[in-house]
Structures are given as structure tokens and as C-alpha cells.
């Protein structure tokens, strides 16, 4: 019984954690970027939603860098808690509506 359990974790694990094998999603999402530093990926679904607040996400051809304007943790995390309520408000990304303002 514990092998089939082990084989069918593996197996899940492997599905979940696929981002960076061949085949993934990972081709189609740009870096996100923040002083030179990554943060994150961003699926174009949600790059799509971020090309409207070009103050604050500066698109390069494989990239999103956070604004050299946002030059402090205040103020980065001002302007992104605006596009986000922004983004919320206009029911742009799904994974928003069951944002609780945690």
C-alpha cells in the first residue's frame, strides 16, 4: 500500500512542479523584475492586464521591471496596492476575487 501512495505523491509532485521542465508554461511568461533582482513570473493573461499601468511595469521584450521611480519598499508597494485594487475592482484577474485584504 505505501509504494502505490509513494508512486501516486511522485506523481503528483511532478505535475505540480513542472514549471521548469521542457513542455512547461514557462516559455509564454516574462521575468518580473525588481532593482535587477527576480520576484517573479508573470503568465501573459496577467502581463495582458499589466501593459495598462505602464508607470508602474515597464515591459522589455522578455520582461516586466518595476518603475526606477519606485525607488523604495513604500513606495513599490503603494503603486502595486493600487493596481491591484485597480485590477480588483474591474474584476481583471480571477485570482482576485477571493482576495480578503489579508
Known amino acids: 500500500m505505501s509504494d ?3 508512486l501516486g505523491i511522485q506523481r503528483l509532485l511532478s505535475r505540480v512542479n513542472s514549471f521548469y521542465r521542457s513542455g512547461s508554461s514557462k516559455s509564454k511568461c516574462k521575468l518580473l523584475l525588481c532593482n535587477a533582482q ?5 503568465r501573459e493573461d496577467t502581463a495582458n492586464q499589466l501593459r495598462q499601468y505602464p508607470n508602474v511595469f515597464i515591459e522589455q521584450s522578455d520582461r516586466f521591471i518595476l518603475s526606477d521611480h ?4 513604500e513606495n513599490r508597494s503603494e503603486a502595486i496596492a493600487k493596481v491591484l485594487n485597480d485590477m480588483r475592482a474591474k474584476d481583471s484577474l480571477k485570482t482576485l476575487r477571493g482576495w480578503r485584504d489579508e
Not at 527576480?38 to 508573470?42: F, L
Open 38 to 42: 527576480q520576484i517573479g513570473w508573470i
Open 4 to 6: 502505490i501512495w509513494s
Open 70 to 73: 519606485l525607488n523604495t519598499y
